[in-house]
């Protein structure tokens, strides 16, 4: 398993860095969403993603836009760590762990806190890497 190392630059270590930069952002991205902001919350999600995953999305973003309406419930996710957990350069495909802490409030309510951990499936496309599965990871599993 590789490690979030920002000393490493060069061949595989900076495909590695790069694809744990992506799915940090990304990984945050598909947590995250403004009521207030939906049009650029589905964006945002659509932009992160590729392949089945993207496919889902664009399917449910009717089904999406009228629970994010009706939930009035922001939630801003922050990646707290992350790994690699594999990589094939070649065939531009890696895996990544991540905790994800996500802070949830109800309008006008006080904000809650959530612990998710994730295993995200990414692939290289010509945009960079996106990620095209994400699976929740069970308390107490692994």
């Known amino acids: 398993m590789w490690q979030d190392e920002p000393g490493a ?22 947590n995250t969403m403004d009521p207030a ?13 590729t392949g089945a995953l993207r496919q889902q999305l664009q399917q449910d973003e009717p089904q999406n ?14 990646v707290t760590g992350a790994a690699v957990t594999s990589l094939d350069a070649r065939a531009g495909k890696a895996k990544v762990i991540a905790s994800v802490q996500v802070k ?15 295993e995200a499936g990414t692939s290289r496309t010509p945009s960079g890497w996106k990620l095209e599965s994400l699976t929740a990871i069970p308390a107490g599993a692994r």
């Open 65 to 78: 836009r009228t629970k994010i309406g009706q939930s009035r419930t922001a939630a801003d996710a922050t």
């Open 9 to 30: 630059r060069t061949g595989p270590e900076r495909t590695r860095d790069v694809v744990l930069k992506s799915a940090r952002e990304q990984i945050a991205a598909l």
């Open 37 to 49: 902001r939906v049009d650029a919350g589905l964006r945002a999600w659509l932009d992160a993603s």
């Open 104 to 118: 949830l409030a109800l309008q006008g309510g006080s904000p809650t806190l959530q612990r998710k951990r994730f």
